[in-house]
């Protein structure tokens, strides 16, 4: 048997396996082996350097709607000053319940460790070779074959020739040449190394051979005064185009449905300079606004100031102030769901100065405040026009479930996204969130339910809902949808 995979392991299993590899400083491959070698010379002590969790002592972790099954990639890391984005590129991949194994050339072992990729990964490092303790039963073909696709991240200029042109002088280009999975390459180089000919030549043989790019972008280099196309793509595009490879297509249970989202703050000026605004990123709603089009609806975003690109397919409109939220909020009706996740600030200043405000020695000018329009009220309580389906975000400090069953009643929306942005739960800026879906039961007299979901990533957090949406509004699955 050349090569070997378990898979489906549970996480009792998958613990005593690190913990015993980690003791014997060996991979948890190489620790398999030992076992199964140990089992059928007949000793009867290969589980006595620890001994496995107990099975209920691990809590288990809530299956989801939205969630996705395992895959496995092989990543490989290519020298270059982009090679430290493939860290947050390891986590983005397991944060989609993704396997990574890596290996790293010897030019990326000069920008990243194997130690830290090991860190992340928790898999052991490949770099050489004829690395014996792998290479006995020819460990790049493991790497290979053993994996659902293989990630070039950065694809360097001369790990793009050596494929283009099949060499297999170092671990990474033979794995390359041996592989008979899906490559994604995601390049990375000067803007003129990506122009020169032979780039372009290898290039257009890779894409005659099956391989699939995501970028490069466009922006400005590592090297002083260089801008240019050649930036390798973010992490998380990286990881989204291997999820796309690595997984069926999305079902479109909200297909022909109208779908209208809020996201981000609102500024309400003060002066030219000033403005009143809440702490949004508008994450969380650009990222519903992403799972709802990949669900099949066509969807319009309303957004405040956001630093965040435009999701790809989704109608944007970009405002400033609450008044102008709602404006266009009202022109993007009818819509078949309405999903406001916008931090919309609660008061602007009646009267915004022409001019700067300066300070006096009298001290600081009277501010006087006025409540904004309330979107998610006014849409809500809408006789014409009402969308079937409204759903609220509550964003609190404190006495949070309390607080979203009041604003549920108040702002008579159908759903309310409960979220803690205490300063301590870094939600607000950050990529994860922990949310509670308040609704009304309407087979139980509305009686109010309540559904807390784990820690997820924002874009899971979104799929979820999105998943709950088209099951109330459809009765379809995101996963029985077709």
Not at 98 to 122: D, G, I, N, W, Y
Not at 199 to 220: F, H, I, K, M
Request: with cysteine; net charge neutral.
């Amino acid at each position: 048997m050349a090569s070997l995979t378990i898979r489906k392991l549970d996480d009792a299993v998958k613990t005593y396996l690190r913990l015993r590899s980690a003791k014997n400083h060996r991979s948890v491959e190489e620790e398999v082996r030992v076992i199964l070698r140990e089992l059928i010379e007949g000793r009867e002590e290969p589980l006595t350097p620890f001994s496995a969790p107990p099975a209920q002592s691990i809590a288990p972790v809530p299956q989801r709607t939205g969630a996705l099954p395992e895959a496995s990639v092989t990543l490989i890391i290519g020298g270059g000053i982009a090679a430290y984005k493939s860290l947050d590129l390891i986590r983005r991949l397991k944060e989609r319940r993704v396997e990574v194994r890596c290996v790293l050339t010897k030019a990326a072992q000069q920008f990243v460790t194997p130690l830290a990729v090991s860190a992340l990964s928790h898999e052991r490092v490949y770099t050489d070779l004829f690395d014996p303790q792998s290479e006995f039963d020819a460990g790049h073909i493991r790497l290979a074959r053993d994996c659902d696709l293989i990630v070039v991240a950065p694809a360097t200029a001369d790990l793009m020739a050596k494929m283009a042109n099949g060499h297999a002088d170092d671990l990474a280009s033979a794995i390359l040449l041996a592989t008979n999975r899906k490559i994604l390459l995601a390049p990375a180089m000067n803007p003129l190394m990506w122009n020169n000919a032979a780039t372009r030549r290898n290039l257009a043989q890779l894409q005659r051979d099956g391989v699939v790019l995501v970028g490069p972008n466009s922006g400005e280099m590592a090297e002083a005064g260089e801008a240019g196309v050649g930036r390798m793509s973010e992490a998380i595009e990286i990881a989204t185009a291997a999820e796309r490879l690595l997984r069926p297509p999305v079902p479109k249970p909200l297909a022909g449905k109208r779908v209208l989202i809020t996201a981000g703050p609102t500024h309400e000026p003060i002066d030219p300079v000033r403005y009143i605004a809440n702490r949004s990123s508008g994450k969380q709603g650009f990222a519903i606004a992403a799972a709802a089009q990949a669900a099949g609806a066509e969807v319009i975003l309303v957004s405040g100031p956001v630093d965040l690109d435009d999701p790809a397919g989704v109608t944007v409109k970009h405002v400033e102030s609450a008044r102008q939220m709602l404006e266009q909020v009202r022109a993007a009706l009818p819509a078949d769901i309405a999903i406001f996740a916008a931090a919309v600030a609660d008061w602007r200043v009646a009267n915004e100065g022409e001019q700067k405000l300066k300070k006096t020695a009298a001290g600081m000018p009277p501010l006087q405040l006025v409540e904004n329009p309330d979107i998610l009220a006014t849409i809500s309580k809408l006789a014409d026009k009402r969308p079937p389906l409204v759903i609220g975000f509550a964003a609190e400090t404190e006495h949070l479930i309390d607080n979203a069953k009041t604003k549920l009643a108040r702002k008579g929306c159908d759903w309310i996204v409960a979220n803690d942005v205490s300063p301590a739960t870094g939600v607000m800026g950050g990529d994860r969130n922990t949310v509670h879906l308040i609704s009304k039961n309407a087979e139980k007299n509305d009686e109010i339910t309540v559904d807390s979901w784990p820690v997820m990533t924002k874009e899971q957090v979104a799929i979820e809902l999105v998943a709950h949406v088209a099951k109330s509004v459809t009765g379809k699955s995101l996963e029985s949808a077709s």
